[in-house]
């Protein structure tokens, strides 16, 4: 997995989160995960594909925080996830995309970005959309936990 390829996504995720919901994430320590079942409750998944790479990033939040962030942003403080919520968890993982392919594309590196999908419920699944390794990067906030998933073809 290649490092040049995941850190603009882990560096534009904090860079929206704390700019635009002005939360701080403590990065932890990043895994490959094995499955596909979600760490959180609802999660916004985009593919990206180009001619140099292939691959899906996911970011999944965990009720409490999608709430804090909701509220952060937008002023509205739901008390569980609603469409609202949901809608704006695939605006982020839009944002951060954007902010990750603006960084790529610097380094020479070119993708075109998919509209994200949007899932939501205890347990549910991830399929990202190519076979490589799948690492598994947790945040942490006083409000509950996000993931960032990133995939890419081998």
Do not use: W
Request: proline share 5%.
């Amino acid at each position: 997995m290649n490092v040049q390829f995941i850190n603009p996504f882990l560096e534009s995720f904090l860079n929206v989160i704390n700019t635009m919901a002005t939360l701080q994430l403590t990065p932890s320590r990043p895994q490959i995960k094995l499955d596909e079942v979600a760490r959180g409750d609802v999660s916004g998944l985009i593919g990206m594909v180009g001619p140099q790479v292939k691959g899906s990033l996911s970011i999944t939040f965990e009720e409490q925080l999608a709430c804090k962030v909701m509220q952060n942003m937008l002023g509205e403080a739901p008390e569980e996830l609603n469409e609202e919520v949901t809608d704006m968890v695939g605006e982020i993982t839009n944002m951060v995309a954007g902010g990750a392919k603006k960084i790529l594309g610097e380094q020479g590196f070119e993708f075109d970005m998919a509209t994200p999908v949007v899932v939501a419920g205890k347990d549910h699944h991830i399929a990202h959309i190519c076979t490589g390794k799948k690492l598994i990067m947790p945040f942490n906030s006083i409000f509950g936990k996000a993931y960032i998933e990133i995939c890419f073809e081998k």
